[in-house]
C-alpha cells in the first residue's frame, strides 16, 4: 500500500511535469512563432478615388440653315411701316417658321437699300425679301444678281427675271370693282385719276376692265391734288357745262361753285359709275364736288381702289356710303392686327400682312430648299399659289402678285366674297 501511494503521488508530478512542460512548449511555440520572419496577411488599401474633371461645356453644333433677309425702312419717314413688316414676319416665323430658315432684317434706310442687299448678300443671304419702295427695288436688283428678290413694292414694272412684285396691284382692284358693277346692271363708266404713273397705271387698267366687261368707257379725267383743281376735274368729268346749255341759262353757278337752283332740270351725267382711282380723303372730297355740278349723292354708283382698304375711318365717310371698292379680304388681318397689338403694344401698318405672308411663302417651301443651294425659284411661279394673311396670291409668268380680291361696300361690309383657291377663281 506504502508503494502504491508512493506511486501514485510519483506519477502526478510526472503528469503535472509533462502538462507543465506541453504548456510551456506550446508557449515556447507561440513565441517562437511569434518571433519568425513570415509576413502576416495585410489586407490591401483601397486606392484613392480617380478624379475625373468635368467636361467644358460643348455647344451644340448649329443647325444648317437656309439665309433669307428681309429688307424694309426701319428708320426715316417710312420706319412705321417698315417695323410693321418686320415685326409681322417675325410672328409668322414664331408661329410656323421652319428651323432651317435663318431670318435676318436688314435697314433700307439707315445706309440706303444697295448697302443693306450688300450685307445682306455677304452673310449669305439666298432669298431677299422686300425692299418696300420701288427705288430700293431698282437699288437692290443692282446688287443681287440671280439671288430671287420679292419686292413688297406695287410697281408691276420692276418684275422680271428674278424680281417678284408682292405689293397689292391697282389693276387688279379695279378689274374685280368694275366686273362687279357690270354684273349688277352698269353700263355706262367714268373715271377720276390721279396725275403720275399711279394714276396712269390706273386709267389704262380701267378702259381695259370696262371693255373686257363689255361695258363702255365715257370719260377718263386727270387731276391733280389741289382743291382748286379737283374742282375743275370734277366740272370736266360731269360735262356740267355741256349740260348747262342743254338746260338752257337758268342754270349757272355761285361764287362759291354751287349750282344755283334751276329753272331747268340739269339732264343726267353720262355714266352710271364713277371710279375716283385715289385716297379716301380725295374720294370724299368729289362728293360734295359732284353735289355742286348737279350730281346728287346715290345718283351714281362710286368706285374706288385697293387704297381704300387702308383707312379705315372710311367706312363711316361723309358721302361714301354704299360706294363699292375690292381689296384683299380683311378678317384674317384683323386676328393678325389683334394679336399684334398684344404683342408690340401698337396698331400695324396694313401693309404689314406682306412680311407676315412672304414667311408663310418661304416657310411653305422650305422642305424643298436643299441646304447650302440657291432658292429654287421656279417655286415662287407654282400655279396653285399660296395662301396667307390676304388669302391667295401666286407669281405669274411675268413676276406680279396676282390675288384673290373681295368687293366691299362701304356702309354694309363685303358684298362679294375673294376666292379661296386659284381653281375656283378660274
Not at 57 to 77: D, E, F, I, M, Y
Not at 344 to 363: E, I, K, M, W
Amino acid at each position: 500500500m506504502a508503494i502504491m501511494g508512493c506511486r501514485a503521488r510519483a506519477v502526478q508530478p510526472l503528469f503535472g511535469r509533462i502538462a507543465r512542460a506541453g504548456a510551456v512548449a506550446s508557449l515556447v511555440v507561440m513565441a517562437a512563432c511569434s518571433n519568425r520572419s513570415v509576413p502576416r496577411p495585410v489586407t490591401a488599401a483601397p486606392p484613392p478615388p480617380v478624379v475625373i474633371a468635368p467636361s467644358k461645356p460643348v455647344a451644340p453644333p448649329q443647325a444648317a440653315q437656309n439665309r433669307v433677309a428681309l429688307l424694309v425702312p426701319l428708320t426715316g419717314s417710312n420706319a412705321a411701316v417698315g417695323q410693321s413688316i418686320a415685326n409681322a414676319a417675325n410672328m409668322a416665323l414664331l408661329d410656323v417658321g421652319d428651323s432651317r430658315i435663318n431670318l435676318r432684317i436688314y435697314d433700307t434706310a439707315s445706309a440706303g437699300a444697295a448697302a443693306a442687299a450688300t450685307k445682306a448678300t455677304g452673310e449669305g443671304a439666298r432669298l431677299i425679301l422686300g425692299p418696300l419702295l420701288a427705288a430700293d427695288v431698282r437699288a437692290v436688283q443692282g446688287v443681287a444678281g440671280d439671288i430671287p428678290v420679292v419686292s413688297f413694292s406695287n410697281d408691276a414694272a420692276l418684275a422680271g427675271d428674278d424680281t417678284f412684285v408682292m405689293g397689292f396691284q391697282p389693276g387688279q382692284s379695279i378689274a374685280r370693282v368694275v366686273g362687279y358693277a357690270r354684273s349688277r346692271g352698269i353700263e355706262r363708266f367714268a373715271a377720276l385719276v390721279p396725275a403720275g404713273v399711279y394714276g396712269q397705271r390706273a386709267a389704262t387698267a380701267f378702259v381695259r376692265a370696262v371693255e373686257a366687261n363689255g361695258g363702255k368707257a365715257v370719260a377718263v379725267t386727270t387731276y391733280t391734288r389741289e382743291p382748286t383743281k379737283l374742282l375743275a376735274a370734277v366740272r370736266t368729268v360731269t360735262a356740267f357745262d355741256a349740260r348747262k346749255a342743254a338746260a338752257g341759262r337758268s342754270a349757272s353757278l355761285r361764287p362759291d361753285g354751287s349750282v344755283v337752283a334751276l329753272a331747268a332740270k340739269l339732264p343726267p351725267v353720262g355714266f352710271q359709275a364713277l371710279l375716283i382711282a385715289d385716297s379716301g380723303a380725295v374720294a370724299s372730297a368729289v362728293v360734295p364736288a359732284l353735289v355742286q355740278f348737279g350730281v346728287p349723292v346715290g345718283s351714281v354708283q362710286l368706285l374706288g381702289t385697293e387704297l381704300w382698304n387702308n383707312e379705315p375711318a372710311i367706312r363711316t365717310a361723309r358721302g361714301l356710303h354704299g360706294a363699292l371698292f375690292a381689296s384683299v379680304a380683311d378678317e384674317k388681318f384683323g386676328q393678325l392686327a389683334g394679336r399684334y397689338r398684344g404683342k408690340y403694344g401698337s396698331t400695324p401698318s396694313r401693309l404689314a400682312s406682306l412680311g407676315y405672308d412672304a414667311v408663310l411663302l418661304v416657310n411653305s417651301v422650305a422642305g424643298r430648299w436643299p441646304l447650302g443651294q440657291p432658292f429654287p425659284r421656279a417655286l415662287l411661279t407654282a400655279p396653285d399659289g399660296y395662301s396667307g394673311i390676304d388669302g391667295v396670291f401666286r407669281f405669274g409668268t411675268g413676276g406680279v402678285a396676282e390675288r384673290g380680291l373681295e368687293v366691299q361696300q362701304v356702309g354694309t361690309g363685303t358684298v362679294a366674297p375673294a376666292p379661296r383657291s386659284f381653281r375656283a377663281a378660274n
